[in-house]
């Protein structure tokens, strides 16, 4: 019953559902400023703080197009990204309300990036001041 990002091409909504949420859904601001990234994981959190139903159908079928050279698949990685980061501390006061596995998927999906960039970090910063093969640190990435 809880979905984090019920994503765009995927997504079918009830009408009384957006509804009740389209002025929240229009307005989204970023720091003070519109925002027109996420708005798939925005319009989902939205749904869970209302007290609302997201679910996972698996038999369900959609189409949609994707990236098919690396420099479009990078920036839809990173806009994801940016939407998983913010949209995380919306989510963060409903959380407990939701399963526990769930909760547990979206601090993973939080840490691990952040994991890995301070693993990389460390890694050039052991090449830099001690001119070693950063082995460890190679394992943990």
């Known amino acids: 019953g809880a979905v984090m990002c019920c994503c765009g091409p995927c997504a079918m909504y009830r009408r009384s559902a957006l509804v009740l ?37 698996p038999d369900a079928i959609a189409a949609t197009v994707v990236p098919d050279r690396l420099a479009p698949y990078l920036r839809q990685q990173l806009r994801w990204a940016r939407s998983t980061f913010r949209d995380t501390f919306l989510a963060l006061r409903i959380l407990p309300s939701l399963d526990r596995y769930l909760t547990l998927d979206v601090v993973g999906q939080n840490l691990g990036p952040l994991l890995l960039a301070l693993s990389v970090l460390a890694g ?18």
């Open 124 to 141: 050039l910063a052991q090449i830099a001041l001690t001119a070693t093969v950063p082995w460890s640190t190679g394992l943990v990435i």
């Open 21 to 57: 949420l389209l002025d929240q859904y229009e307005t989204q601001l970023f720091r003070g400023k519109p925002s027109d990234f996420g708005e798939d994981r925005h319009l989902t959190i939205l749904m869970l703080k209302a007290g609302l139903r997201t679910e996972y159908v």
